[in-house]
Antibody, heavy 124, light 107 residues
Framework: EAQLVESGGGLVQPGGSLRVSCAAS????????MSWVRQAPGKGLEWVAN????????YFVDSVKGRFTISRDNAKNSLCLQMNSLRVEDTAVYYC?????????????????WGQGTLVTVSS | EIVLTQSPGTLSLSPGERATLSCRAS???????LAWYQQKPGQAPRLLIY???SRATGIPDRFSGSGSGTDFTLTISRLEPEDFAVYYC????????FGGGTKVEIK
């Protein structure tokens, strides 16, 4: 059975950094695109980033470009999101999600399985 | 960026009734790149539909998706108690975006 478990969330001051991680099990991690999607308290979903199975391609929403990086370790079945220069508006539950490539374009990936999320709070 | 507008914001229905949820895009895109998700309070989203009309694994056939161009619809033929939740549409044709959600609540 597929499982995604996020960790690393917490309280951080504006301008600070935080690294959230996702441990995958129950499927062949190295064969799948992976995504981070966030949800601010009481709000809707916002896609944050995608990474190709081999890590060679990475895509980000404009609001986090230059501040967030996504990486994966296929040997350890793990996914990470490094968040720098955090802003109050980055406060959200961050979900790790498995991606399915469905088309030839760079963004043609939907999310077929999600972890339970980890809360990141940016506040002074 | 493609903006997705979902309507209505809230749908109040009784178990057994039919639910029709709308998702309208700011510009046309291929129906291959439209998905629907269900989210219950305190839970992660669950994929229902991808490619506008293909049901994900394990999704009951009372859920169906349709549409093309800029107008897409999620239909729940007969609401079960576990279907009361928030539903999001998503486009993944270019720079993934989600709609604002439709809450289906018990009347």
């Amino acid at each position: 059975e597929a499982q995604l478990v996020e960790s690393g969330g917490g309280l951080v001051q504006p301008g600070g950094s935080l690294r959230v991680s996702c441990a995958a099990s129950g499927f062949t991690f190295s064969s799948y695109w992976m995504s981070w999607v966030r949800q601010a308290p009481g709000k809707g979903l916002e896609w944050v980033a995608n990474i190709k199975p081999d890590g060679s391609e990475k895509y980000f929403v404009d609001s986090v470009k230059g501040r967030f990086t996504i990486s994966r370790d296929n040997a350890k079945n793990s996914l990470c999101l490094q968040m720098n220069s955090l802003r109050v508006e980055d406060t959200a539950v961050y979900y790790c999600a498995r991606g399915v490539k469905y088309g030839s374009g760079s963004y043609n990936v939907f999310q077929d399985f999600w972890g339970q999320g980890t809360l990141v709070t940016v506040s002074s | 960026e493609i903006v997705l507008t979902q309507s209505p914001g809230t749908l109040s229905l009784s178990p057994g009734e039919r639910a029709t949820l709308s998702c309208r895009a700011s510009q046309s895109f291929s129906s291959n790149y439209l998905a629907w998700y269900q989210q219950k309070p305190g839970q992660a989203p669950r994929l229902l539909i991808y490619g506008a009309s293909s049901r994900a694994t394990g999704i009951p056939d009372r859920f169906s998706g349709s549409g093309s161009g800029t107008d897409f619809t999620l239909t729940i033929s007969r609401l079960e108690p576990e279907d009361f939740a928030v539903y999001y549409c998503q486009q993944y044709g270019t720079l993934l975006t989600f709609g604002g959600g439709t809450k289906v609540e018990i009347k």
